[in-house]
């Protein structure tokens, strides 16, 4: 199967620091990207939408200005969490398509970045 | 509203017995339905797709059912073992073209 790579897989910040994640289809070009979330024992949250060369469409609620989405290539996006606060802290999940979300198509998911912040 | 729901309890079995997992919907009309296994501190993994006009699906010791009369998809792990402990996750595409998940159900096979 096509492989995605997240990174950083843990990071731990202060309160009010920006802290960047990396998402990467190795092998295969995507269209688009997805960033989830997820809180312990709850399911993905989907948070927004990337389309390369495009500006990410956001989910209701979810604040633009707080997260960040960059995609600036089909095999790279990063979600930039700024100025992060405890709430924010989090089990953060990309995921890749090749196609931009046909109903049939299944996604290939990083292995997720657990954000804490202090 | 949409929703997607799976049973949150957590699913305790023994070791060579058959877990059955559900998966119900409400206002979709999916023409596919996925089935995820996550294993904690990592993202989903893909497992099965089922499309509407598919009553089951198999792949080696799993099964998938999808009724789109009851709204509904069992998925199932025969012979169960230790290795297969995890969170499952059913997800659909909703019309905008994203993957919407259910909560999934954790599976703790006990030897």
């Known amino acids: 199967g096509a492989v995605v790579s997240q990174h950083p897989s843990r990071v731990i910040c202060k309160s009010g620091t920006s802290v960047k994640i990396e998402c990467r289809s190795l092998?295969?070009?995507?269209?688009?990207m997805f960033w989830y979330r997820q809180f312990p024992k709850k399911s993905l949250m989907l948070m927004a939408t990337?389309?390369?060369?495009?500006?990410?469409?956001?989910e209701q609620g979810v604040e633009k200005d707080k997260f960040l989405i960059n995609h600036a290539s089909l095999t790279l996006s990063t979600l930039t969490v700024t100025s992060a606060h405890p709430e924010d802290s989090s089990f953060y999940i990309c995921?890749?398509?090749?196609?931009?979300?046909?109903?049939?198509?299944?996604?290939?998911f990083g292995s997720g970045t657990q954000l804490s912040v202090l | 509203s949409q929703k997607i729901e799976q049973n949150s309890e957590a699913l305790n079995i023994q070791e060579g017995k058959t877990a059955t997992l559900t998966c119900n919907y409400t206002n979709y009309s999916p023409a596919y339905l996925q089935w995820y296994r996550q294993d904690p501190g990592r993202g989903p993994v893909f497992l099965l797709l089922?499309?509407?006009?598919?009553k089951e699906k198999r792949k080696e010791r799993l099964k998938v059912t999808f009724d789109t009369t009851l709204k509904q998809s069992l998925f199932h792990i025969t012979a169960s073992q230790p290795a297969d402990s995890a969170t499952y996750l059913c997800?659909?595409?909703?019309?905008?073209?994203?993957?919407?998940f259910g909560q999934g159900t954790e599976l703790s096979v006990k030897p």
């Open positions: 092998d295969f070009q995507a269209t688009t």
């Open positions: 089922i499309r509407e006009n598919e």
């Open positions: 995921s890749a398509s090749r196609s931009g979300g046909r109903a049939n198509e299944k996604l290939f």
């Open positions: 990337s389309n390369e060369g495009s500006k990410a469409t956001y």
């Open positions: 997800a659909l595409y909703n019309q905008g073209g994203k993957l919407i």
